[in-house]
T-cell receptor, first 116, second 112 residues
Framework: AQKITQTQPGMFVQEKEAVTLDCTYD???????LFWYKQPSSGEMIFLIY??????QNATEGRYSLNFQKARKSANLVISASQLGDSAMYFC?????????????FGSGTRLQVQP | DAGVTQSPTHLIKTRGQQVTLRCSPI?????VSWYQQVLGQGPQFIFQ???????GRGNFPDRFSARQFPNYSSELNVNALLLGDSALYLC???????????FGPGTRLTVL
């Protein structure tokens, strides 16, 4: 079974600063995918970034980058130049395609608040 | 292109009733998954359908059922509602194996 752990229930960051949201995962599978989603108060889950277990380079998408450390089983999200609109819940998730399904296992989330 | 759509947006039911939630995937997506998100927690996987067949089921009781139609839209049914079924129900669609799942806005179910 897979497990995602997010140990930061809440984080504060000043506008224009960078912030790192922690995520560790546990799986015995060699092939897996790691995702970060943003959930504003409206409820919709917004895809941010993806990292495959065999990807050698850390994934980047605009202001988002994923710090992937395979040996430590961590997949931290780094948001650069925080904006007020970044205030939301952030979820780390993983999928193990070889199980025959594409279901996501989510962590408990981190609430990020960006202060002006 | 339209994203994933879900209906209704909000729903209020009483204990013991039955509810049907609907989801339309992004055009061209053949996989639909359902998730339950209780307040303050991350989403929990309920079902996954691909090409109209059930491909996975999470740890939910038999009161929960789903199906996928030939046009790839999907319904989630919950019978004999309990107070603990109050949650945001999210539908997600995807097109392939290693690509992201796109989520709809969710249906917020309140059971009184």
């Amino acid at each position: 079974a897979q497990k995602i752990t997010q140990t930061q229930p809440g984080m504060f960051v000043q506008e224009k600063e960078a912030v790192t949201l922690d995520c560790t995962y546990d799986t015995s599978d060699q092939s897996y995918g790691l995702f970060w989603y943003k959930q504003p108060s409206s409820g919709e889950m917004i895809f941010l970034i993806y990292q495959g277990s065999y990807d050698e380079q850390n994934a980047t998408e605009g202001r988002y980058s994923l710090n992937f450390q395979k040996a430590r089983k961590s997949a931290n999200l780094v948001i650069s130049a925080s904006q007020l609109g970044d205030s939301a819940m952030y979820f780390c998730a993983m999928t193990v395609p070889d199980t025959g399904r594409r279901a996501l296992t989510f962590g408990s989330g981190t609430r990020l608040q960006v202060q002006p | 292109d339209a994203g994933v759509t879900q209906s209704p947006t909000h729903l209020i039911k009483t204990r013991g009733q039955q509810v049907t939630l609907r989801c339309s995937p992004i055009s061209g997506h053949k996989s639909v998954s359902w998730y339950q998100q209780v307040l303050g927690q991350g989403p929990q996987f309920i079902f996954q359908y691909y090409e109209k067949e059930e491909r996975g089921r999470g740890n939910f009781p038999d009161r929960f059922s789903a199906r996928q139609f030939p046009n790839y839209s999907s319904e989630l049914n919950v019978n004999a509602l309990l107070l603990g079924d109050s949650a945001l129900y999210l539908c997600a669609s995807s097109s392939g194996r290693f690509v992201e799942q796109f989520f709809g806005p969710g249906t917020r179910l309140t059971v009184l």
